[in-house]
């Protein structure tokens, strides 16, 4: 008599968060299905309401996930005297023409049009980069500091990256660093 087969949950669990990161990406919270997510993990539909409740669970976990990953906005960036130009850099290097756009930013640009996507996506930042970004400047308006930060970001990345507009994508690299370095130093240190 054989033995029954053992499912590995963790490897399956991350099979299917995986292939969630991609439909996600790929399609956004609406256009990307639970069967879809399902065949890219290597099992049924089932099974990812198994392991995850719904879509709108995964969704949040994926999201999570992406928050809690390595990120440009860290403390020891904050702490640094020249740290608004830093920032820039990164920005501007992550929004680059030979640039991959971050699976983060797909995913938010690709589901923004879905209301439960969004609110999951403004939790998700509020308790990740936000959090982190507030913390680091301190202040009574450190909160309101960190997602103005927040916003320059997504909106170059956007502008520059989502909808390539000239201005942004023929810029001298320097300039634009420059330009945007001042932006973030200002808010980086400024005082309540």
Known sequence: MSKPHRRDSAATRRAILDSARTAFVGAGYDGAGVREIAAGAGVTAMMVNRYFGSKE?????VVAEIMAGPRVLTDELMARDDAGLRLAQAVVDMT????????????????????????????????????????????????TR?????????????????????????????????LLGRQFQDLIRSQP
């Open 57 to 61: 669970t995964l969704f949040a976990e």
């Open 96 to 143: 680059g023409r030979s640039a991959t756009p971050l699976d983060g930013f797909l995913i938010m640009a690709r589901s923004a049009s879905s209301p439960r996507a969004a609110e999951i996506a403004r939790v998700e930042i509020a308790r990740h980069h936000q959090k982190t970004v507030a913390q680091a400047l301190g202040g009574p308006d450190g909160a």
């Open 146 to 178: 960190a997602a103005l930060i927040l916003s320059l970001v997504a909106g170059v990345q956007v502008m520059r990256q989502g909808l390539g507009l000239t201005a942004l994508t023929e810029a001298d690299p320097e300039a634009l660093t420059r």
